[in-house]
């Protein structure tokens, strides 16, 4: 089986915390992190009520610039929150400012309430996956020509320049698990994919849809990087683990939680992005579970 790391997902907001609380959270666990982990993730809302909210490229690209061991990812973009020949542009800056250490992470957005009040259109879940992958078309024309054109259905390019352009070139994530759009795209155009909060036999059978995508379309579903994202809750102690009745959680002792992970291996995971909801969490995964892995 092929080897496996994992990612920090940062927290983003939290009821009562400010933003320096966040901040100071956020990095402690980076700080504990053992060197099995190698990403920094953020995800890309922009408030939760009026809770002190972080903004995922400002964020990362300020982190990259103190962690630089570190790549920093998007788990994911919202496609529709920035225009995407202006996202290619800012994506291609962060590459150069962290020496290529940027996952770019995109989506075709789901959060209507934040839509409104933020006053952007919230279309059909068809219009917005035909957006994101006019988004992905223009990344890539805008990172491998120069001048730039793209004709699509909802986005344009005519003689656009993306200079420098990113070295190394910007792997995409795609994340999402509809079955009949999104994992066709993700077929089509992703480097990575990521799914989330799901046991293994859930993963494995998404999995097995977008192998049939990538058939169809003569791609070898072995290009595709697999990564998964799940909230972490690990102790000796069962009265410590936290689970929770709709979400699948990777939760357990140390020997559970390894026996997970290697079921995900099997299938072809590589990378692990976690959730952690304290630090205790953190230490013990270091000390019983990443070691395994290495």
């Not at 990095?27 to 909210?53: K, M, R, Y």
């Not at 290619?88 to 075709?108: D, E, H, S, Y």
């Not at 992905?136 to 420098?164: K, M």
């Amino acid at each position: 089986m092929a080897q496996v790391d994992f990612g920090l997902m940062l927290r983003p907001t939290n009821p009562g915390d400010s933003f320096q609380d966040l901040m100071q959270y956020n990095q402690h666990c980076i700080e504990a992190l053992s060197p099995a982990f190698t990403t920094l993730w953020l995800e890309d809302h922009l408030q939760v009520g009026a809770n002190d909210h972080l903004e995922a490229l400002t964020t990362l690209t300020y982190l990259a610039a103190q962690y630089q061991r570190f790549k920093v990812g998007t788990l994911v973009l919202s496609q529709s929150y920035r225009n995407p020949a202006l996202l290619a542009k800012m994506a291609a800056n962060i590459q150069a400012l962290t020496g290529g250490r940027l996952i770019l992470g995109v989506g075709a957005g789901w959060k209507e309430d934040e839509y409104r009040t933020y006053g952007y259109p919230f279309p059909s879940v068809k219009e917005r996956m035909g957006q994101l992958e006019d988004t992905v078309n223009i990344l890539r024309a805008l990172w491998q020509s120069q001048p730039a054109s793209f004709e699509g259905t909802f986005y344009h390019l005519q003689d656009a320049y993306c200079a420098p352009r990113p070295e190394p070139s910007i792997p995409i994530l795609i994340g999402g698990g509809g079955e009949q759009r999104t994992l066709a795209i993700v077929a089509r155009h992703a480097d990575w994919w990521n799914f989330n909060s799901c046991p293994v036999e859930e993963y494995a059978r998404k999995l097995a849809i977008l192998r049939q995508h990538c058939e169809r379309i003569g791609r070898n579903p072995d290009e595709i990087k697999l990564t998964y994202l799940g909230t972490l809750s690990a102790s000796a102690d069962p009265a410590q683990v936290q689970r929770h009745p709709q979400k699948h959680y990777i939760a357990g002792n140390a020997s559970e939680i390894r026996q997970e992970l290697e079921q995900f291996q099997a299938i072809g995971v590589t990378h692990f992005i976690f959730r952690i909801s304290n630090l205790q969490t953190l230490h013990y995964f270091n000390e019983q579970v990443a070691p395994h892995f290495q």
